[in-house]
């Protein structure tokens, strides 16, 4: 069993660490968009995004050649390094890269792709997604917000809840209900949705960390013209999920993000002294580190999996579940270990003069809550693989 990167993939490697080095001020020693969303850092964020699209890494996965001829083990890659370094994406969570393009690519008229697909490509027009509703979450196909045909335009009637960045992004990707009467999965259309459309309200929602970082999205009476339908009427459904396989690279850049809060950990465990006595000494202290590592290694083994699986060209569900639900599982286990080594210390927010490790544990512990309900619940991850992994019935 050979798990090596071929020489071209430890280049490229090298080649993203470089970059991170030379370009991104403080060589990526930034704080995740989860823990942070002052209008610095999103600056920050766009003004990184647009070098990562100048580079041509923005698209990588994208079908054909929008993906530049990188392979999918180059994304897995580069996805490891930006985490690791915690390169700032903008608004990575609404989908501009991962999932819009690609399905633009795919469904997208020529009008459409030629009024949208430059600026996603240079990292300029960034979207967020509006899917979830109060009602809708895990049971995403019983979305009721309507978009009714109405001349030369759809008009849009509804709420959507916990849409990242949607007070940041110029775009909406949106599904919304264009046939009440069929089966409920085959009622949904996908559209493109500018989001200063007169009708369009965003309410701020706050999380445990102190950051806004999603929102509620009101519609009332928003006309959005025909052309920006998005494939065919009627199948957003089965778009939206073609458009979700591409979002599950990211599961190694969770467990990238948890790698570096052990390395940071164990150096703040050997210079540390409580009571005199180093903190590395400390036998419970070592043992939960090295239960982390454990943690971190079994995951990295599993994204590496399904990125293999991946590039033999099929569509490992159960793996992606598999994937999804241990490394975010993961951030969550590094900041409460963080915080467990911390002590009183680590309550001190980010500012704080006796904060340590830049208050980015207290942060991480607060906002990672939410990363095994985003995207899918762990609990969903678990239906998925005991019904496609197990072959059990279906709940
Ligand atoms: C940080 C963050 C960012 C997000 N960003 C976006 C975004 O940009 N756009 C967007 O559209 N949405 C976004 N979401 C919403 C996210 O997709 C939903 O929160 C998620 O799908 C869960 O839906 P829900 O919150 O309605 O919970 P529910 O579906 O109501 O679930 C409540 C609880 O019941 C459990 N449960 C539900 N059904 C089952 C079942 N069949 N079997 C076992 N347990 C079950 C769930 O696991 C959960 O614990 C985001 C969420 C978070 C936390």
Redesign the pocket.
């Known amino acids: 069993m050979d798990f090596g990167f071929t020489p071209q993939e430890v280049a490229f490697r090298q080649e993203v660490r470089s970059f991170v080095a030379r370009e991104l001020h403080g060589g990526g020693e930034y704080l995740l968009d ?1 823990e942070d969303e002052t209008d610095a850092s999103w600056r920050l964020a766009v003004e990184t995004t647009k070098k990562l699209g100048e580079r041509g890494w923005l698209t990588m996965g994208w079908p054909g050649e929008w993906g530049k001829g990188y392979t999918l083990t180059q994304k897995l890659v580069f996805e490891e390094e930006i985490a690791y370094h915690r390169v700032p994406i903008a608004n990575r ?3 501009s890269w991962d999932w819009v393009g690609p399905a633009l690519v795919l469904y997208g008229t020529e009008v459409q792709r030629r009024e949208l697909l430059p600026g996603i490509v240079r990292g300029e027009t960034v979207f ?5 509703e109060p009602n ?5 196909a019983s979305m009721t917000t309507a978009a009714v045909a109405d001349g030369d335009d759809y008009v849009v009637n509804g709420q ?6 949607a007070h940041r992004s110029g775009w909406g990707w949106l599904a919304a209900r264009t046939d009440f009467t069929a089966p409920k999965h085959k009622g949904i259309s996908n559209f493109l949705v500018p989001m200063d459309a007169p009708g369009i309200r965003i309410r701020p929602l706050v ?1 445990m960390a102190d950051v806004h ?2 929102n509620e999205v009101f519609f009332e009476n928003v006309r959005i013209p025909k052309r920006y339908l998005v494939g065919e009427l009627n199948r957003g459904w089965y778009q939206t999920a073609v458009a979700l396989d591409y979002e599950r690279s990211t599961g190694i850049g969770y467990v990238a993000s948890a790698r570096r809060t052990l390395e940071e950990l164990v150096d703040y465990a050997r210079t540390t002294k409580v009571n005199g006595r180093a903190l590395s000494q400390e036998p419970t202290v070592r043992a939960r580190l090295a239960d982390l590592a454990l943690s971190i290694e079994t995951g990295r083994m599993l994204a590496y999996r399904l990125n293999w699986l991946q590039s033999k060209g099929t569509q490992p569900n159960a793996e992606a579940s598999m994937v999804k639900a241990t490394s975010t599982e993961l951030l969550q286990k590094a900041a409460a270990i963080g915080m467990q080594l911390l002590g009183l210390h680590g309550q001190l927010r980010p500012g704080s003069k006796a904060a340590r490790l830049g208050g980015h544990i207290v942060q991480s512990h607060l906002a990672y809550v ?2 095994t ?8 991850q678990r ?1 998925i693989i005991a019904q496609r992994g197990l072959g059990l019935p279906r ?1």
């Open positions: 989860l969570g609404g989908g967020c997604t509006l899917y979830s809708a979450g895990s049971d995403l959507k809840i916990w849409t990242s960045g999380n970082h999603f939410s990363m309900i985003a995207a899918g619940t762990s609990e969903i239906n709940a």
